[in-house]
């Protein structure tokens, strides 16, 4: 039997990470986990409480909430993959807002966050197969995994993924808004003092600014068969 491994896929946002991760998991019959989601979950924990807005971050009551914060992915057959919910609410519809996009960053900056999130996810990794996409999971979460994968593409084509996403759903926002997001999240995310995005050392690059879905997905399978 192929022997189970740990993939770890960082890299910075919309570049293609999940969709990637979805398909290896799907692949490999192993198990996806998207800490995006979790940092944007407690996000939007922070804005439903009046905790953070554009004028104001009351970071110590957050700090003091974290307790009372119980993340979940419960897999749902129909999509193929774990949904979060915050507190027993599916929350996936609300954390893929640009609101939430806006403040993510501030949010994943906090150490006691951080501490939370990672010491849940190296949980769910345990036992091994595993794919798990974020910005510290080959660095911090899963420093000994296997197969670390680093994702890049252009700003600009980043931006225009995201915002073809965000029209799909209805979201009345500009190309130009999206951008400023995605270009401000770099900033904060390559940054931050506690656990910023870079690249593993012994992780693969892969830019996929002219990459098709399955062309990246043919690449990555054969490096995890290479492995197993
Ligand atoms: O992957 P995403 O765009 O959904 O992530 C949302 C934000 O969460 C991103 O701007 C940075 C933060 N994040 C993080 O700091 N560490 C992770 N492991 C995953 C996400």
Not at 114 to 131: H, P, W, Y
Not at 159 to 172: I, P, S, T, V
Not at 220 to 226: D, E, K, P, Q, S
């Amino acid at each position: 039997m192929d022997k189970k491994i740990t993939i770890a896929i960082d890299g910075f946002s919309s570049t293609g990470k999940s969709t990637l991760a979805k398909q290896l998991a799907a692949a490999l019959g192993y198990v996806y986990v998207d800490t995006g989601a979790m940092y944007r979950a407690v996000t939007y924990f922070a804005l439903q409480n009046g905790y953070i807005d554009a004028a104001f971050f009351d970071k110590e009551t957050l700090i003091r909430s974290l307790p009372f914060i119980n993340l979940q992915f419960q897999f749902n057959p129909d999509l193929g993959f774990g949904e979060m919910y915050l507190n027993g609410t599916n929350v996936e519809q609300e954390i893929r807002s640009l609101r939430v996009s806006n403040f993510v960053s501030k949010i994943a900056e906090i150490s006691e966050v951080r501490a939370k999130l990672v010491e849940q996810q190296k949980e769910m990794g345990k036992d091994k197969a595993i794919v798990m996409d974020g910005r510290d999971i080959g660095t911090v979460v899963f420093p000994d995994a296997e197969l670390k994968i680093f994702m890049t593409a252009s700003a600009q084509t980043r931006a225009q993924r995201r915002f073809d996403e965000l029209q799909q759903k209805g979201d009345a926002v500009s190309y130009k808004e999206v951008l400023q997001n995605v270009e401000e999240r770099d900033y904060i995310d390559t940054h931050r003092d506690d656990s910023p995005l870079v690249k593993a050392e012994n992780a693969i690059e892969i830019d996929n600014s002219h990459l098709s879905r399955e062309e990246q997905f043919d690449k990555v399978l054969a490096l995890v068969n290479r492995i197993q």
